[in-house]
């Protein structure tokens, strides 16, 4: 599936120009995917960036090009919807090191025409935000009415708000974190090695190959899955009932229906997934650390960014991005006296409650976007 993944047309831009990365190395010149929605306003004032996750893409709010089906983050964006395209002029860009168009593994090398594989490489959220940035300048958008994300996305905002403060109103983080803690790196390092264990992956050359790594990056899907889910939540769905049987089958078959559920949320994630982008992004999110620069005072990152309107929503249920990390953030703006608002929403969905019918969620949206709004 991932030499299908890069055959399909995506709308995008070529800047011939260098992006310097947190590695020290840098890119001659990067390719950014994107999407847009609504219009730009004459005085470029309206525009929003929403920011994907892990395994998002551009395809926030229109249909998947590969698995056809609804944007994201469809019942967020869209006429008269929280984020309002009647108002807004919303890009969602597909992050740097991604398999949806952007630059990343799967970019050809220009001395060879071959896919860079793991010659790519490793990128930060940093790294992201400095190509979305470059795509800002190449649409003339000097400012952000609001930057918005979700998980990885309240990372790309958070990093928005640290490192381009002058070029963003308001910044909207929900159920994310500054940091990734030793337990996130902990499950993707699990991800990882699942992927590099499997016979298929070739170092990361399987492109092109009649073999790929998927039965690794099923793997790697399910055990992150598992995290983005709350104990309340699996028992109520699942329990420990059967699976299209009335007794246990005494071998390994799914014969729970927590299995077999992950077992397809596995198989159906590599129709639309790369694994070798799965090691640069998930790598990218164990990086990030806003407060290590800064002696590892996280007020120091929004030194800058008093001016920029904050507002944070964790859920009560989110183990992966618990509540007490959007408390250490809003702190942080409190100490350098930027404008902050945070609201923990109970719901029993755990981390993906952030993609799922919150109605409170979609309220705090709605209100973070009104001040100011073209």
């Not at 310097?20 to 960036?49: E, F, H, R």
Request: net charge negative.
């Amino acid at each position: 599936m991932a030499s299908l993944l890069h055959q399909i047309q995506h709308q995008s831009v070529t800047i011939d120009a260098p992006l310097p990365l947190d590695s020290g190395q840098s890119l001659p010149s990067v390719t950014i995917a994107w999407q847009s929605y609504g219009a730009l306003n004459a005085d470029k004032s309206n525009a929003l960036l929403v920011c994907h996750a892990l395994t998002g893409d551009q395809y926030v709010a229109s249909d998947h090009p590969a698995t056809g089906k609804p944007g994201w983050w469809a019942r967020m964006v869209g006429p008269g919807k929280p984020i309002d395209t009647d108002r807004f002029y919303v890009i969602c860009a597909n992050v740097l090191g991604s398999c949806m168009g952007s630059s990343g593994p799967a970019t050809p090398d220009p001395a060879t025409g071959a896919p860079l594989g793991m010659d790519f490489p490793v990128i930060t959220i940093g790294d992201m935000v400095r190509a979305q940035a470059m795509l800002l300048d190449h649409l003339g958008i000097a400012r952000l009415h609001a930057v918005v994300g979700g998980s990885m996305g309240g990372m790309q905002a958070l990093a928005w708000a640290a490192h381009y403060p002058e070029r963003l109103v308001s910044a909207v983080v929900i159920a994310s974190a500054a940091r990734h803690s030793a337990q996130n790196i902990a499950f993707h390092e699990v991800g990882r090695q699942a992927i590099m264990a499997d016979p298929d992956w070739q170092d990361g050359q399987y492109y092109g190959s009649a073999r790929s790594p998927a039965k690794g990056l099923a793997v790697a899907r399910m055990a992150a899955h598992i995290t983005y889910l709350s104990e309340e939540g699996l028992t109520e769905k699942f329990g420990r009932r059967l699976q299209a049987r009335d007794i246990k089958s005494f071998g390994f078959d799914a014969d729970f229906q927590i299995e077999s559920y992950l077992r397809h949320q596995g198989l159906a994630f590599t129709d639309r997934f790369d694994a070798n982008a799965y090691l640069y992004i998930t790598r990218a999110m164990d990086y990030f650390d806003l407060a290590e620069p800064h002696d590892g005072q996280l007020a120091g990152a929004f030194a800058r960014s008093n001016e920029v309107r904050f507002t944070l929503v964790s859920f009560d249920t989110d183990w992966l991005y618990p509540t007490a990390e959007s408390r250490r953030i809003v702190q942080a703006l409190q100490s350098v006296g930027a404008a902050a608002s945070f609201v923990e929403l109970s719901a029993p969905f755990g981390h993906d409650s952030f993609l799922l019918d919150v109605p409170a969620l979609d309220r705090l949206v709605a209100g973070a976007l009104q001040s100011g709004a073209a």
